[in-house]
């Protein structure tokens, strides 16, 4: 795939999904994702160069007055952060149950699989003969704890190493204060490893712990190059700025670092399944939210906002575009596209690059 061939498709999404908004505006680049084994930290898939044209384009750039959308309406991004933080926490105590309505509970399987294809605890940038070195885990919007307790399980007691740790970050700290009571029944070692923080993910420099002060204005910042692992479950669909959100991701990865994304996705290849699910999807779903949790519009946007997120290769090429190089065909189809799994790694070389285009954007300004 080249540049130019690349950018057509986020042209594509700027005009089927946000033909009043410059959200997916502008192009993508080549490149491609890390697909991997059970030890998918390997690196050896043939890759394409990702973009390095011009490091932050105007529409990775956060602006609260931008349009974007929120399901099938569109607002400014500060309007979405907010709307969805009241989603977010509407849900909170009935996340998991959301989750199992929202995809008859196979999510359970995708986050197995997501975490079990990973595979922490093996690292891919440790220099001797044992891989077992000490990992940071960076889960973004895992409030709950879903995926950090499994990555946890499974660096602790299969891979058997214990210098992993997980911070689970999240904008909401109503799903922050859940995924904390909820590791007080992991084991002492595990609790020991495990940092809550409040942060949004488009801007990783201003990160609050949980337990601070609520009236506290201080923050601190994910540095440079300090993650080897960054996994986002079944929310970047739900930021205002996906981009800029790529763009932090790829800032806070080491050289050689993994991003990993799971979300629900487009199931188009198959007609006849796809036309079952948009009716579940819009008839059942909201009702059953109504009914089980008194909370329809919450339901409704959640189903709304799976089918604005962009399709497998649109998304994909968005991740090129933050500066990742991408394996294969850049993800992984579950239950026929309901959900994906993308996968992409820090080239060093690109950074430097990045870095280079950046310094000389300021420089012209």
């Known amino acids: 795939m080249t540049v130019s061939a690349a950018r057509p498709a986020l042209r594509r999404v700027a005009a089927a999904r946000c033909s009043n908004s410059v959200l997916y505006s502008s192009a993508a680049a080549e490149s ?4 991997s084994s059970s030890r998918s930290f390997s690196s050896t898939v043939s890759s394409r160069s990702p973009n ?25 991004e500060a309007e979405k952060r907010e709307r969805v933080a009241g989603v977010f926490t509407s849900v909170a105590e009935s996340y998991d149950r959301m989750n199992d309505l ?14 079990a294809s990973l595979n922490p605890g093996f690292s891919p940038l440790t220099n001797g003969p044992d891989p077992r070195a000490p990992q940071h885990i960076l889960d973004i919007a895992g409030g709950t704890g879903d995926i950090a307790f499994r990555m946890l399980h499974t660096a602790h007691n299969i891979n058997r190493n214990p210098d992993v740790r997980v911070t689970i970050s999240d904008i909401n700290p109503a ?48 540095p440079d190059n300090s993650v080897d692992l960054y996994t986002v479950a079944f929310g970047i669909r739900n930021f205002s700025n996906i981009p800029a959100a790529l763009r ?21 290849k198959h007609p006849l399944f796809n036309a079952v699910y948009k ?33 497998q290769e649109d998304f994909r090429d968005m991740i090129v575009d933050a500066g990742f190089v991408v394996g294969g065909k850049g ?13 992409a790694n820090v080239n060093e070389s690109s950074r430097v690059e990045l870095r280079q285009n950046a310094v000389s954007t300021v420089d012209t300004r």
Not at 32 to 35: G, V
Not at 102 to 115: E, L, P, T
Request: hydrophobic share 40%.
């Open 102 to 115: 929202m995809s008859f509970g196979w999510h359970r399987v995708w986050k197995d699989h997501f975490v």
């Open 331 to 343: 993800y992984e189809d579950l239950t026929g596209g309901v959900a994906a799994i993308h996968k």
């Open 279 to 311: 009716r579940w999807s819009f008839g059942a779903i909201p009702l059953i939210g109504q009914l089980v949790a008194g909370d329809r519009d919450s339901y409704q946007y959640l189903v709304e906002s799976i089918e604005r997120f962009p399709s």
């Open 175 to 222: 799903m922050l204060s859940v995924g904390k009571q909820r590791s007080q029944s992991l084991p002492a070692t595990q609790q020991a490893v495990l940092n809550f923080v409040e942060a949004n993910a488009e801007d990783l420099t201003k990160t609050k712990p949980l337990s601070a002060d609520p009236s506290s204005t201080a923050t601190s910042a994910i």
């Open 52 to 76: 390095t044209s011009n490091s932050i384009p105007d529409y990775a750039r956060p602006d609260p007055s931008r349009p974007t959308h929120f399901g099938f309406e569109t607002v400014t």
């Open 32 to 35: 491609r994702l890390l697909l």
């Open 248 to 268: 932090e991701a790829h800032r806070v990865l080491k050289p050689g670092g993994i991003f990993a994304c799971l979300e629900f996705s487009k199931v188009d």
